[in-house]
């Protein structure tokens, strides 16, 4: 890839801010922060698999394209031989920033002829039937349409794009992407990003290290994720070679130091209350550039682009808003992390190296800036997006499907005329990205899959698996295998198994906020209607997001165990009980009857008091009774129906139960209900799946409830 050429950078020392070098504490602790840097390197093993799984990948793609080329355009095998793709990596791996664990960004850029079509109907079956890839999916829908697969134990992500020659150069320049369509041009443009960010930044080793830190801190607080509204890795990557652009001469201590300095202050949580609309971040000379490759980034011509909350834009022609998915709620998040990540550092670098490593942990001040964020136990409500399909082999393209479109729930679309969640100005959302899996429900799956995988491979050859599996591999799963799946013994449940994602969303409500009450219905349906859309939504195979409100004492056990909550609450109760049991010692007289703990050990539950809870659209007092009589887990569930005419009502959440506490008692009927379900061949559904179907599918869209049961 060319460089830009040195007089084209002459802009740059424009840029600089401050030309210093690093003073006092960025000196002390860019030790540890360079120690830190080291133990995020991938093994030696790990980096032998990843070069050997992208040569494996680019002789697949060589000699696919040498068959397509022959059979589907009848080139002599001499010619076809002359015509040549190109594999480019972007992303974390392009810039040497990856971990342990990361996936690899890929784009294929074909020659003339190749289409993406062949792309998903023939190179995914091709590679589907390697036996070193498992867990291919083709994602359609998305901005960038990408094949998702892990080859020997490591993600990729591979898009595509094609140019009108018959061999990719090293160098894709802008004359090749003229009448490339949208997508080609954004796949082609990745690469060129990719290289043109490496070529901007001053100082290649200090902005590897600082972004290797930011995308560590990004993942820990939860604020790292492109479907859910917030930046990608590009976004970052660019964020970092800015500050690195304005602030040459610093260290990585002293870069990462001035990345919160700089973005606590620049990017602002209500620019469209202010009216003082966020300035965008660009590495280049100017936010516009004349071009002839479709319409670049200009606020002037553009309400999107005027409206951008968080613009951050690509180096290379046609500029784009690589942060577009963000939304206000995201907006807010991403401003209180950087004025946190400000504070800390701005309270702590003036600590010394030791003293910050026997406070914090081993690598001082950068393992306090890096603690996870916490969500759980944080707020009062959470809400719950259940994502659920039958089919095994189609979950997880079903689930990446809905994920893609899940900013609309809180967000709306064109056709939400105001009513979001975000429209109401007394309710704020906290984002988690995360998607909790039962982990049953996972080694089902993957038991599922691998059977299905050895038959195939045990009844037909390497060529009609390509075949077989050609038509059905652009929805992300396989029509022919839910025959498989729900084949049962006599003595089996007829119920199909449902495998299931939940996400959660913290919400809090400011009662000194004054406005309209809080009505979910509006936001549900926009968002049902779009997944209906989906490509991966199908009827019967398929069910529409179930959301409800819940409390901790309703979230599931496996999700608190995964999300780290139990340990959390088992180590304070710990505590709490030593605590206890040091202060009975300490009494040595006369002992109260009500201050009697239990024989167990453990404290009496504390009395609860009821907490006015306004909510919206209970139809009787019978309903809300019905809610509350469900078992734990399933929260307050949202229906179809008359939400216009339902009345208000006042309905009480019960208090957040200790975990023991909950594990012992409501959560019994859904543990044994799981262990039947395992006895039974594992194919039968979970106790709450009925429930569920009858939420999204006995009923319509006319019959939605508004019971939320919120304690405001």
């Known amino acids: 890839m060319t460089s830009v050429a040195a007089a084209d950078k002459d802009f740059l020392s424009k840029k600089i801010v401050s030309a210093d070098g690093p003073k006092g504490g960025e000196v002390a602790h860019d030790v540890s922060l360079g120690e830190w840097c080291i133990t995020r390197i991938e093994p030696e093993e790990e980096s032998n698999r990843r070069r050997s799984v992208l040569e494996r990948i680019v002789n697949v793609v060589r000699v696919w394209i040498r068959h397509t080329m022959i059979t589907e355009f009848r080139m002599p095998e001499a010619a076809a031989a002359q015509v040549e793709g190109r594999i480019f990596a972007t992303g974390s791996y392009r810039y040497n920033v990856h971990t342990s664990g990361s996936d690899i960004d890929m784009v294929l850029i074909a020659p003339s002829r190749i289409t993406r079509e062949h792309f998903f109907n023939t190179l995914a079956p091709r590679l589907k039937s390697e036996p070193w890839v498992t867990d291919l999916h083709c994602i359609r829908e998305s901005r960038v349409p990408i094949i998702a697969m892990v080859c020997d134990g490591i993600d990729i992500d591979l898009s595509f794009g094609s140019i009108r020659q018959d061999r990719v150069p090293e160098v894709i320049t802008d004359d090749l992407l003229q009448g490339l369509d949208e997508q080609s041009v954004l796949s082609c443009n990745a690469v ?8 901007l930044v001053p100082n290649k080793a200090v902005f590897r290290q600082a972004l290797r830190f930011v995308k560590a801190w990004g993942k820990a607080r939860s604020i790292y994720s492109n479907t859910f509204g917030f930046p990608s890795g590009i976004g970052w990557a660019i964020l970092t070679a800015f500050v690195c652009q304005c602030y040459p001469n610093q260290n990585a201590a002293g870069m990462v130091t001035r990345f919160f300095r700089t973005y606590h202050t620049w990017f602002k949580p209500n620019p469209h209350e202010t009216g003082t609309e966020n300035r965008a971040i660009y590495l280049t000379e100017s936010m516009r550039a004349r071009t ?17 909350l968080f613009p951050v834009l ?15 709620t995201n907006l ?13 550092l701005s309270k702590d670098l003036g600590m010394s190296a030791a003293e910050a490593r026997a406070k914090f942990g081993p690598f001082g001040i950068w393992s306090r800036v890096l603690e996870p964020a916490p969500f759980f136990g944080k707020f009062q409500h959470y809400l719950q997006i259940k994502v659920s399909c039958s089919d095994p082999e189609h979950y997880q393209a079903y689930a990446d499907g809905v994920e893609s479109r899940i900013r609309i729930l809180w967000a709306g679309n064109a056709s939400s005329r105001g009513h979001t969640l975000e429209d109401y100005r007394q309710l704020r959302l906290h984002l988690n990205p995360r998607r909790f899996e039962d982990p049953e429900e996972v080694q089902l799956r993957a038991r599922l899959i691998g059977k299905s995988t050895g038959a195939a491979a045990a009844n037909h050859t390497r060529g009609s698996v390509g075949s077989r599996t050609s038509g059905q591999l652009g929805d992300g799963g396989s029509s022919s295998f839910r025959g498989a799946v729900n084949t049962k013994d006599s003595t089996a449940p007829s119920d199909p198994t449902w495998f ?10 400011d009662t000194k906020v004054s406005s309209a009450k809080i009505d979910l219905a509006p936001a549900i349906r926009t968002f049902h209607s779009v997944v209906r859309e989906l490509r991966q939504y199908r009827e019967g195979l398929t069910r529409l997001p179930v959301i409800t409100v819940v409390d901790m004492a309703r979230i599931p056990t496996f999700v608190k165990v995964e999300a780290g909550y ?8 710990e505590e709490l009980n030593t605590s206890e049991a040091e202060e009975a010692h300490n009494s040595s007289h006369t002992v109260a009857p009500a201050d009697v703990e239990k024989s167990d050990g453990t404290s009496a539950e504390p009395t609860t008091s009821s907490l006015p809870g306004t909510v919206v659209g209970v139809s009787n007092g019978s309903t809300a009774s019905a809610a509350d009589r469900a078992g734990s887990g399933t929260g307050h569930r949202l229906h179809s129906g008359g939400a216009e005419s339902a009345a208000a009502s006042t309905v009480h959440c019960p208090p957040c139960k200790r975990i023991r506490e909950e594990d012992d008692s409501g959560d019994h009927a859904a543990v044994a209900a799981k262990a039947e379900t395992a006895s039974a061949t594992g194919a039968s559904s979970h106790a709450v799946a009925s429930a569920d179907r009858a939420l999204t599918e006995g ?10 049961g919120l304690d405001f």
């Open 314 to 328: 690509t180096p290379a022609v046609p500029y784009g808003n690589t942060c577009y998915n963000v939304t206000l």
């Open 332 to 344: 807010r998040q991403l401003c209180d992390e950087f004025q946190r990540g400000h504070d800390l």
């Open 699 to 708: 009923s319509g869209d006319d019959d939605l409830e508004q019971a939320l």
């Open 192 to 199: 060129r990003v990719a290289h043109n960010i490496m070529d």
């Open 566 to 573: 139990m340990e959390e609450t088992e180590a304070a109760q």
């Open 292 to 308: 002839h490759l479709g319409r670049g980034w200009d606020p002037r011509e553009s309400k999107s682009d005027a409206m951008a």
């Open 500 to 509: 299931t994602a939940n996400y959660f969303i913290g919400m809090t409500v």
